[in-house]
């Protein structure tokens, strides 16, 4: 009874908590058609709806209290069993919609302010179409740096892995290109290559064009990261995979080739998608090298419009090519885990 009571004040101090909320947007919108006004109306309702597991909490427990007086105590366990699950269903979607009136809130506070600096319409309207030719750019930058991440830190990764005291000054190499570009933030490689090699005139690199020295400052960064994920993938395989190839005369290059690679890349895959996301969110710190990126591009709409509506397009774009891949990622982890869990 006592978490019913509680789960019961906490639904319906949520959904006042909303009701205010829906008000505030209401005030806001300043006289919104009547549909608008309906719609927020079915919304209100909505956020009472937990009410409903917290009111039938209640009859859990009254159904508790009448099997314990006739000493059925099995059905009375069931009964308290279910009436905390209603419970803590109600609290839980009362939670949930606390947070949803919570940013209903902000955005509407101060009249609107927060959502009229963020989310102008014909702000995001009008940008929208040169913020997305710009955002290819980022597109292509992080495509071509992903491809070559995949070979660079696939070799440092080999480099770091060599036997012997023959390797032993390839492995030192390895490591110190490793903790080099991974302590060194992107944004500072992107800058010392975009104008670091023009101005020392190096041959070939200095007649390259602005987005390739993006794609090799972002391949030099990340494939520190990536070699680690490489290496870790690679050293995950049991080492009777490479006494057993080494014993049939394989030598040490075959074994890493035709072996051990195959499968650590099958285990490094959602890591390496990770790295790869990363990588793609850091294709909008290439505007400090001079090219006309998404970032640079909303930068600009919003210096003319003097509103931060365009920089929230660019925020969406790549909200909505990294959540799918999020998914994949999430995807990948559980066929692992699944795997994993049925080999064992």
Not at 4 to 26: I, K, M, Y
Request: charged content about 15%; aromatic content about 8%; proline content about 4%.
């Amino acid at each position: 009874m006592p978490i019913a009571a509680v789960a019961l004040v906490l639904t319906v101090a949520c959904g006042l908590a909303s009701a205010a909320s829906l008000r505030s947007l209401h005030r806001m919108l300043s006289d919104p058609s009547l549909v608008v006004t309906l719609v927020l109306g079915l919304l209100a309702v909505a956020a009472l709806l937990p009410v409903v597991p917290a009111l039938r909490a209640f009859g859990s427990a009254r159904s508790r209290t009448h099997h314990v007086s006739r000493g059925e105590l099995a059905a009375a366990r069931h009964a308290a069993a279910t009436g905390r699950e209603h419970a803590h269903t109600g609290m839980g979607y009362a939670l949930a919609v606390s947070i949803l009136a919570g940013l209903v809130w902000f955005a509407t506070a101060s009249d609107g302010a927060i959502t009229s600096t963020f989310l102008r319409w014909e702000f995001l309207k009008s940008s929208f179409w040169n913020v997305t030719d710009a955002f290819w750019v980022n597109v292509r930058v992080a495509a071509g740096a992903q491809v070559l991440v995949l070979v660079v830190g696939l070799l440092i990764a080999v480099m770091r892995l060599l036997p012997g005291r023959a390797g032993r000054p390839l492995r030192w190499i390895a490591i110190a290109y490793v903790d080099t570009f991974r302590a060194i933030p992107s944004i500072i490689v992107l800058y010392l290559v975009g104008f670091g090699l023009k101005l020392a005139q190096v041959p070939v690199v200095k007649d390259l064009s602005p987005v390739w020295l993006a794609v090799i400052a972002l391949t030099l960064t990340y494939s520190g990261y990536v070699a680690e994920v490489y290496r870790a993938g690679i050293e995950s395989i049991h080492p009777s995979q490479w006494a057993a190839s080494r014993s049939l005369g394989l030598s040490y290059g075959m074994t890493l080739r035709t072996v051990i690679i195959p499968q650590a890349i099958r285990r490094i895959v959602p890591p390496l998608l990770n790295d790869f996301i990363g990588l793609q969110k850091d294709t909008a710190l290439i505007g400090v090298m001079g090219v006309t990126d998404a970032f640079t591009q909303a930068r600009l709409s919003a210096s003319n419009a003097f509103n931060l509506s365009p920089v929230i397009v660019v925020a969406l774009l790549f909200v909505l090519i990294t959540i799918p891949q999020a998914r994949f990622v999430d995807h990948l982890m559980a066929r692992e885990h699944k795997r994993t869990g049925s080999s064992s």
